[in-house]
């Protein structure tokens, strides 16, 4: 775990929950965290559709929650005939702080290549928003032994030739492949040693003291049970959650516990 960094616990609720839902699921969370607050040293952001965005929002203000909104992607323009795309400003006029980038469901399923990813990260950096940028390995990849060449080649490509406080800001999620939405979650030495060369990659990028500010998280089949000894693992500032975020309780408890 790292010493002087805020751990984050971001929730990525996927096209799931219509607006009536989302402000549902945020009701239940703040009820929760009255009466087990999020103990000092962490930052939670919650990252709904985009048709839930200021529900969302608004939803935070009236409870004072004490988290954030953040957003599953963006478009790389900043404006234009992008038809159904959202872009970099929209999303921070409503007050987002985080934006997922390469996510590996859109890099597979929307052709989202390293250099779209790369201009995605551009676009959250001009709106002065922060990117939590996704890396991860397939099975084949493990098996085959290049998932650290491949990881520190995302993180390279993504980060690599910006100004050093720019990558000090960024948020990394190490999400295997393998994890995600599989119900197998890496072990913490697993996520420790990916994360630790990530961070290397990042002292290489941007020197040690900017690699050392950078939140790194794991995310990939986190549950309540799992996240303690995850969050013990060297190197993991947190968290990136997606199915067990859907439950009030269980995401309440992986952020408390
Ligand atoms: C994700 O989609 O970023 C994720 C980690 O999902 P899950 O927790 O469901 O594996």
Redesign the pocket.
């Known amino acids: 775990m790292g010493d002087q960094r805020v751990i984050l616990i971001s929730a990525?609720w996927?096209m799931h929950l219509n607006n009536v839902e989302a402000l549902s699921l945020v009701q239940q969370f703040a009820a929760h965290l009255s009466a087990s607050p999020i103990p000092p040293g962490r930052e939670v952001s919650i990252h709904p559709p985009f048709t839930s965005l200021a529900t969302v929002k608004a939803a935070i203000e009236t409870y004072r929650l004490p988290v954030v909104l953040g957003a599953q992607t963006c478009h790389f323009a900043d404006s234009g005939a992008y038809t159904g795309e959202v872009s970099a400003g929209m999303l921070a006029s409503l007050n987002v702080r985080y934006v997922i980038a390469g996510?590996s469901?859109l890099r597979a399923q929307c052709g989202e290549t390293d250099e779209v990813v790369r201009d995605k990260v551009s676009a959250i950096y001009r709106h002065a928003m922060r990117p939590i940028l996704c890396v991860g390995e397939t099975t084949a990849e493990r098996n085959s032994g290049v998932a650290e060449r491949k990881v520190r080649r995302q993180v390279a490509s993504a980060l690599g030739d910006r100004p050093a406080e720019l990558v000090a800001a960024a948020v990394i999620?190490y999400?295997p492949l393998w994890?995600?939405?599989?119900g197998v979650t890496a072990t913490p030495d697993d996520a420790a040693q990916m994360c630790t060369a990530i961070r290397n990659e990042l002292g290489n990028l941007a020197g040690v003291d900017e690699a050392a500010m950078v939140r790194i998280q794991y995310?990939?089949?986190?549950t309540a049970e799992s996240s303690g000894a995850l969050l013990g693992a060297e190197n993991v500032d947190g968290f990136?959650?997606?199915?067990?975020s859907l439950d009030a309780e269980q995401f309440s408890t992986i952020v408390t516990g």
């Open positions: 990525n996927k996510h469901e999620a999400e994890a995600i939405g599989a995310g990939g089949s986190v990136l959650v997606g199915g067990a």
